[in-house]
């Protein structure tokens, strides 16, 4: 089964750091991008990050750009974000998806099943 | 960076009743657009991609038509499992925008 599995969330001051993580099982991670999206609470769905399947091409929000950085871990089939200098508007539930790619369409399946971060003093 | 619409935002129907979601680009994406859906506490799950093609496992009371900036998600007769939050993505150009999201309740 395909699966993926984010841990790493919590209550953190506003300026501090978090790193998020996502584990992938069920398939090949080394062969996909994977992406990061995030929901503010009651919100819609703002896609974060993406990573390429050898980490040569990364995108950013701008709302992000500078603060969070995605990597991966290919040998532990595994994602991550490094939140830093994190503010009250980065509060959301945090969710890993996989992209799927057929010719030139592109599209996020599955997710994960998100983790909560909330930035309060 | 391209601005997706969704209307309505929101919209009371009941069990039975055929229902369409309008999703609208801010400059034309061709057929490069997905569908979601997102019940209460739970991760969006794909539905449709490229514009018109059912994810594996979907019902086919599901259906996407659209080309360009227009967009509709219909759903030909509604369940009672399928109230929830739809919402469409363009994957023409990063970033990966979505709309705001429809929120489908039961009436």
């Known amino acids: 089964e395909v699966q993926l599995v984010e841990s790493g969330g919590g209550l953190v001051q506003p300026g501090t750091s978090l790193r998020l993580s996502c584990a992938a099982s069920?398939?090949?991670?080394?062969?996909?991008?994977m992406n990061w999206v995030r929901q503010a609470p009651g919100k819609g769905l703002e896609w974060v990050s993406y990573?390429?399947?050898?980490?040569?091409?990364?995108y950013y929000a701008d709302s992000v750009k500078g603060r969070l950085t995605i990597s991966r871990d290919n040998a532990k089939n595994s994602l991550y974000l490094q939140m830093n200098n994190l503010r009250a508007e980065d509060t959301a539930v945090y969710y890993c998806?996989?992209?799927?790619?057929?010719?030139?369409?592109?599209?996020?399946?599955?997710w994960g099943q998100g983790t909560l971060v909330t930035v309060s003093s | 960076d391209i601005q997706m619409t969704q209307s309505p935002s929101s919209l009371s129907a009941s069990v039975g009743d055929r229902v369409t979601i309008t999703c609208r680009a801010s400059?034309?994406?061709?057929?490069?657009l997905n569908w979601y859906q997102q019940k209460p506490g739970k991760a969006p799950k794909l539905l449709i991609y490229?514009?018109?093609s059912l994810q594996s496992g979907v019902p086919s009371r599901f259906s996407g038509s659209g080309s360009g900036t227009d967009f509709t998600l219909t759903i030909s007769s509604l369940q009672p499992e399928d109230f929830a939050t739809y919402y469409c993505?363009?994957?023409?150009?990063?970033?990966?925008?979505f709309g705001q999201g429809t929120k489908l309740e039961i009436k």
């Open positions: 998806a996989r992209e799927e790619v057929y010719g030139d369409y592109d599209w996020f399946d599955p």
């Open positions: 069920g398939f090949i991670f080394s062969s996909y991008s």
């Open positions: 490229p514009a018109s």
């Open positions: 400059q034309s994406i061709s057929g490069y």
């Open positions: 990573i390429s399947s050898s980490s040569s091409t990364i």
């Open positions: 993505q363009q994957n023409y150009i990063a970033p990966r925008t």
